[in-house]
Structure formats: C-alpha cells, structure tokens
C-alpha cells in the first residue's frame, strides 16, 4: 500500500477529469457502441485507418471514473498503431484485468494504473468497455474491407 497505489490513483483521476482522444471522427472507417447496463457507463468509439493502421481514435460517452479514464487512456495508447499491434495491445490489457498478466508498461502506457482495478469484478467490465468497443471497431471494419466496402 501507499506510493504507488497514490501514484496509479493520481493518473486515473488526470485521464478522467482531462480525457485525451475525446470526441467523434466525422469520416470514421468504423465505429462502435458499447454499453455497459451494470454501471451504466457508455462509449461511442469511432477509428480512422490508413494503410492498417490506427491513424485517428476517439471515444465519446459518459460513466464512471473508471470507464472514462480507460477510455481516455486506450486513445492515447493505440494511436497510430497497426491493427495487429492494437489488438495485441487490447488483449494483454484484458488479460491484465482479468489477472492472466503482469502489467506492461510498454504495451499498456499509463493503461497499466488500472490493474489494481481487477480485484473489483463489477468494476472490470467498467475498464474493459472502451477496450473491447475497439476490438469490435478493428473487427468491423475488416468486415466491411473484406467485402470490398
Ligand atoms: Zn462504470
């Protein structure tokens, strides 16, 4: 307990009163809404993709501390990543919410301040929203590509 339980608690509290990535993309290549009826928190997920890769996120949406802050950090984590890399990226981190794996700080960035989140079961799915709403973001649109769209 203590320094860097304050430390992850400071940065949470930073992305959820200043989000990053936080807005609409008018021309998006796919967008995603996801809801979450435990909490009721929200998110509307919107990718710009060029040459496969994440060259725009944003995620709009309203809900608690937790799922505004994790969305605010999956924009600043993913961007201008390739898609393979982002979902690689949102696979670790749900791992990590659901205690499979260590904390990565190369791969998560300050994404990793929301691990002692999964002692809280209800609270996961709360850090698991945004996440999951760009893996059905990425799955979309290679659906619509893959079909000539
Ligand atoms: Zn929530």
Redesign the pocket.
């Known amino acids: 307990m203590g320094g860097l339980d304050d430390l992850y608690q400071q940065l949470i509290l930073d992305h959820y009163r200043n989000r990053r990535g936080r807005g609409r993309i008018e021309n998006a290549s796919a967008s995603v809404h996801e809801h979450?009826p435990?909490?009721?928190?929200e998110c509307f997920l919107d990718i710009l993709v060029e040459d496969n890769r994440i060259v725009e996120i944003r995620a709009d949406g309203d809900?608690?501390?937790?799922?505004q802050a994790a969305a605010s950090m999956l924009t600043e984590v993913v961007a201008d990543k390739d898609l393979n890399e982002a979902l690689e990226i949102v696979e670790h981190f749900r791992r990590m919410m659901h205690g499979d794996a260590e904390p990565d700080e190369d791969l998560l960035g300050d994404a990793i301040a929301l691990e002692g989140v999964a002692k809280y079961p209800v609270?996961v799915?709360?850090a698991l929203?945004s996440w999951l709403a760009l893996r059905d973001a990425i799955a979309s649109y290679r659906e619509t590509t893959a079909h000539g769209g």
């Open positions: 979450n435990v909490c009721g928190d809900g608690c501390s937790i799922s609270r799915k709360c929203l």
